[in-house]
């Protein structure tokens, strides 16, 4: 499926990160990727997040899976709605619906989330920290949008949900299968299911906060430094201390050494792009292991390469490249660091689900070093049922 009447340039320039936009459906052909009872069977499966909200006299409930399978024989007529995050990672013609939004780049994209909603349900009036394209895939929706709110904005008393109180909406439109309404981060949206059978589409995307990009930035540095040979003796040294007028002051001497001790250490530039690489690729949903019982040969895997067998990516594992100079890249997959790998190489792998590199690229030296890494973290396997595979059916195929 792809967005055969869409301007990328266009959205980029005027809606992204900027207002939430409404798109009639813009698909060459929109089909329905996924049936309601197999977002029901994920969601009774351990590993797999999914949420299961009813709206009952007293308001919303919220309930967490995985849910048991006579949960949904159980529903009454309350209108419920029911949540699956990361139905890319199980089923791969959802994960191929996010190939069409890859005009943002695959690092800032986070997942599918499914959800499917009987007649009136809903998750209520709220917002999101990131942007969000809203795919209606089944039934109809009416989507009341806007305006952007923040920490300050009223929140409905909910033990669970944060919902948006007294929500006045600034648009309100009706989502037919195939529309996609794209909301930034932060304006208000509630959705409500206008008939049974409403599945929604949310491909999802991440943006890191500062604060989670010093702690995690702050505490990788400040293992590096305790895991020195010299750490207990890299502190604060003051040989050249001159008496002072008062011992009570800390002066400006000392706290300028000691702030440029600080943020010297977070400076070095190649080792944070190491660390958001490594961070960034790491799996949000670790379940699908496709390591082999036993390490790869590199010469068999030469030799398949060679008799151009494709490779496939485990949907779980993230993966990016970072150039270095022309020809040279870091490459990491499920929060590992390749260095030195040929920029070629990286793209082809940072390329899609299905690898398939041209002969001169998977006869070039360390094409075989490399990809005999990646099958073994469980990143890649051959697409020929040989390599251990996940027990999901849908990826064995
Ligand atoms: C839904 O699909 O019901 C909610 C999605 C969202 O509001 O982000
Ligand atoms: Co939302």
Redesign the pocket.
Known sequence: MHLARFDIARFLATAWQKQPLLIRNPWAQWDNPLEPDELAGLACEAGVESRLIVRGGDGLTLEHGPLAEDRFAGLGADPW?L?VQAVDQHAPQVAALIEPFRFVPDWRIDDVMI?Y?TDGA??GP?Y?QYD?F?IQGLGRRRWRVGPRCDAATPRQPHADLALIADFAATDEWVLEPGDILYVPPGFA?D?VALGDDCM?Y?IGFRAPSRAELVEGWGAHVADALEDAVDAQADRYADPDLALQDHPGEITVQALDRLHAMALEALADRAAFARWFGQMNTCAKYPDTDWRPEAPADPQDVAQALAQGLPLRRNPAHRLAFMAEGEAQALLFADGQCHAGVARPLAEALCGGADVLLDPALAGAPGTAALVTALIDQGTLAFDDGSEDDDDDDDWAD
Do not use: W
Request: no cysteine.
């Open positions: 709605t949540l959800s909603a809903g998750v709220h999101d969000v809203l949206h959705g929604t949310s």
